[in-house]
């Protein structure tokens, strides 16, 4: 059963940017997503999953991890069940596979920075930035 489904990823150049998208299923969320804390996660080929953005339920409080703060945006549109995040000014470090999570319960203005602490992921979008 699919819950978390990520598009936007490609090839660009250095400087460039590209969005992704994460759409939650319907069925697995129901009424809770609005209310679920939700977060983007990237592993580059050889190297563990790290943090890269999170965003609260509820009041969308925001985090970022210090590599893509000021480049990257993290939003969400609750009436679409779906969680956004803007790239720009991309770098070839930025090179990754990128996965969004989820957790599964109500969460409230807490984000979470913990590969552990997500209950639900997406299959990940392949980023590739060229120099």
């Known amino acids: 059963q699919v819950q978390l489904v990520e598009s936007g990823g490609g090839l660009m150049q250095a400087g460039g940017s590209l969005k992704l998208s994460c759409v939650a299923s319907v069925r697995t969320f129901r009424d809770t997503f609005r209310s679920t804390a939700m977060g983007w996660f990237r592993q580059a080929p050889g190297k563990e999953r790290d943090f890269v953005a999170a965003i609260s339920g509820i009041g969308s409080t925001i985090y970022y991890a210090d590599s893509v703060k000021g480049r990257f945006t993290i939003s969400r549109d609750n009436d679409k069940n779906t969680l956004y995040l803007q790239m720009n000014s991309l770098k070839p470090e930025d090179t990754a596979v990128y996965y969004c999570?989820?957790?599964?319960?109500?969460?409230?203005?807490?984000?979470?920075?913990?590969?552990?602490?997500?209950?639900?992921w997406g299959q990940g979008a392949q980023v590739t930035v060229s120099s």
């Open positions: 999570a989820a957790r599964s319960d109500y969460t409230g203005m807490h984000y979470y920075t913990g590969v552990q602490e997500y209950h639900y």
